[in-house]
């Protein structure tokens, strides 16, 4: 991901949001997009879209807009969209099997190779065309992934965390509400659906969005 480098991280950010956007674009048969309509789809503000793409080297024209081509191209490049990133669920429960049937690939080259769960009634399945092994054979069996969705207790979250670490991953996505820790070259990314939940609410009650 040279490019990425180079670009701020908040306009990182931002890049799976407008190539989804962009490849719907394209899909159905459009090859130009403008600032204002990119705006108004993806809810960022034209300014910051103009700049983002400022820093792809795309300087749109105006009356002309965003070449939609151009950009699908640049963005398949940054995110790496040619080449699949594998990836395993641990924790086969409610969340994690909503996760197992929820189609990744629709949008990029993303996929849920395995699963691992301990639990004896869930090990041999396969869900939503993924295995589930036992968690005992995780080292065994992961070798090429290179990130993990965690879906399993809290209470689990660390010591599986340690045994991805030590099977090389290097990213996690972690819905557990525990705050796991790991080295400075591991990435977490935490996602606490019920703190967003109630994070949510409580900004709907105390900062309404004023209608202009
Ligand atoms: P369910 O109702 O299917 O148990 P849940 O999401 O309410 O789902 P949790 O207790 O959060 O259940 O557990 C999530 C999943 O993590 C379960 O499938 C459980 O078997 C699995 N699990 C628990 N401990 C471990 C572990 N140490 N390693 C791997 N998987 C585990």
Do not use: C, W
């Not at 990119?38 to 983002?52: C, F, M, N, P, Q």
């Amino acid at each position: 991901m040279a490019a990425q480098s180079k670009i701020p991280q908040a306009t990182a950010k931002r890049l799976p949001l407008y190539y989804r956007f962009l490849n719907n674009l394209q899909v159905q048969g459009k090859s130009r997009v403008s600032s204002k309509e990119l705006s108004e789809a993806v809810k960022v503000d034209s300014a910051t879209i103009r700049r983002d793409f400022s820093y792809f080297g795309a300087l749109g024209k105006k009356g002309y807009g965003y070449n939609v081509e151009y950009l699908l191209g640049f963005f398949r490049k940054t995110l790496d969209q040619d080449e699949t990133t594998y990836v395993a669920l641990i924790g086969v429960g409610n969340l994690g099997t909503a996760f197992l049937h929820y189609n990744f690939t629709k949008n990029n080259n993303t996929r849920i190779e395995m699963a691992f769960d301990a639990d004896p009634n869930k090990v041999g399945q396969e869900i939503g065309g993924v295995p589930v092994y036992h968690i005992d054979d995780l080292e065994e069996r992961i070798n090429h992934v290179q990130a993990a969705i965690l879906t399993v207790p809290g209470a689990e979250a660390q010591t599986i965390t340690e045994r991805l670490m030590e099977s090389g991953i290097t990213g996690i996505l972690n819905f557990t509400p525990a705050r796991i820790t790991v080295p400075e070259e591991v990435r977490v990314h935490h996602i606490d659906l019920a703190v967003e939940l109630q994070s949510l609410i409580y900004f709907m009650k105390h900062y309404p969005l004023e209608i202009e």
